[in-house]
């Protein structure tokens, strides 16, 4: 099997396919469904496969562009922020690995049950079940999913 | 005050601005951070409503081409269908209805309290707490919200 | 109509049949329906009624004894406390009046629309989508459900 | 270590301890909270290992009373009857067997990661990600959270 392609050598808190992650509730069979719903078939994995790899490269400043968005707007940047406001370098670069490499796994990854997995355990770090958990920070206990979902206009 | 446009002249279900639909959880204020989340400005409200204006007469035809990706797929066209598979016709009709005076009702009204307190009524209707009920009939009880999520790749 | 029992002229916060509440999402039937999966009869009702005239003197002492409870419990007691730990006297005063008109409307309101939609609105006081808000504070940001339904065991 | 004790040699959808249960999304560290939040401690542990030994051979008994309540009520008795209001002879004798072990499990296994992995798979199994799936039976799609709630009167 070949190894998947990696934003670094150690990414803190990233448990892809670990027995840590969380476990889907959702079946495969459900997650078939859910891609008809998008209308989403194999030629759009094939150039999500293409993007990937253009991308691997600018994973770093791509994130940083978003970052930019979200550093605009103060409900948004509160979310990796300290209580006070402060901002929290060790926590961003940790999560700012994480985000990075969230983009090569979304491309290039199969879709397979630990793909299934990891997108549940990275829901419920968005939410107070695990927000925080991961690197042991003081910050926004929870992210709405209505912005998680708003959010998707910028990363489009 | 204009008279909204609307689809027909009597839509069965459709309680827009009504005491009978849900209040919305979150507040206006919030409600603006949503839009400022998804980088939604004063230019997309404008071609909004130029959108509006040019899918008012079309609003029959687009609701056919989305419910043809529906009946395509047999997990999104039981929430619809009657418990045994048929068809129903009538709740297809009042609810077509509903859908294209969304159109309208997206494009076009004033993004206010009523607007929101109509999108969680519209919700609710997509969930156990009120599918079904409107139109008084047996059909799929719920239809989960990540195949909501996903349908938004179709309508975009 | 008679006046309700309060257990002070003014209770900040205190909303109960106003406009500016939630509504609740459930119908006054399935209310009833709810009743009957806790076998609540009107003897159950009747004897709620005598309870609150016997305990209308006693709300401070009872809330007093169950916060020694949450106090008692650092994930409990932070519930209330500002992000530093530090206690907040105005918010405890505040939602300790509430705590104590909630035993009288508990046991002495009628129940119907008004008492389902302040239900609703306590629930979402303790959710992130109004949790501090109607006192503007700044303390725990949810009370997860489950602490909620375990701390039934205490107030039983 | 002791085999667990069971209501029958085979329990049909009884998936204790195996992988293909969920995963309880909250941690040891926090059920260990969630049991200070009711006051749970050694001594109600104690006596619920007594009072597993003393039900052992009425469970049968219990589960038919408890179900003599669920008959009587419409609104309960459909979540586990077929869509057109007929028993489900299949259905409830195998969801009866593993609603006896339940009991023996409440009161008799450690409360370890196994046991709250397989209260979130039973929480699953009544919510329309997993109702009906372990059966593979046409019944009620949910059980709504507040009637698992309410229905504790009848339990306790």
Known sequence: ???????????PGYDYGSANVAKSPI???EFEQLKHS??????????????????????E???????EVIAAQKHLARCSQKPDG????????RSGLR????????????????????????ALRHTSVKKNKTDN???????????VIAFNAVLG
Chains 1, 2, 3, 4 share one sequence.
């Open 1 to 11: 099997m070949e190894r998947p392609r990696t934003v670094a050598d150690k990414i």
């Open 137 to 147: 920070v003081r910050s926004a206990p929870t992210i709405h999913l209505r912005h």
């Open 86 to 93: 402060e901002k929290d370098a060790r926590y961003s670069e």
């Open 61 to 67: 400043e791509l994130v940083g562009k978003w970052r």
């Open 38 to 59: 998008a209308t989403f078939t194999e030629e759009d994995e094939h150039w999500l496969r293409v993007a990937g790899d253009i991308l691997a490269d600018q994973t």
């Open 27 to 29: 079946t495969l069979q």
């Open 99 to 122: 985000f990075q490499q969230w983009i090569l796994d979304t491309c290039l990854r199969p879709y397979d049950q630990d793909w299934l997995n990891y997108q549940q355990e990275m």
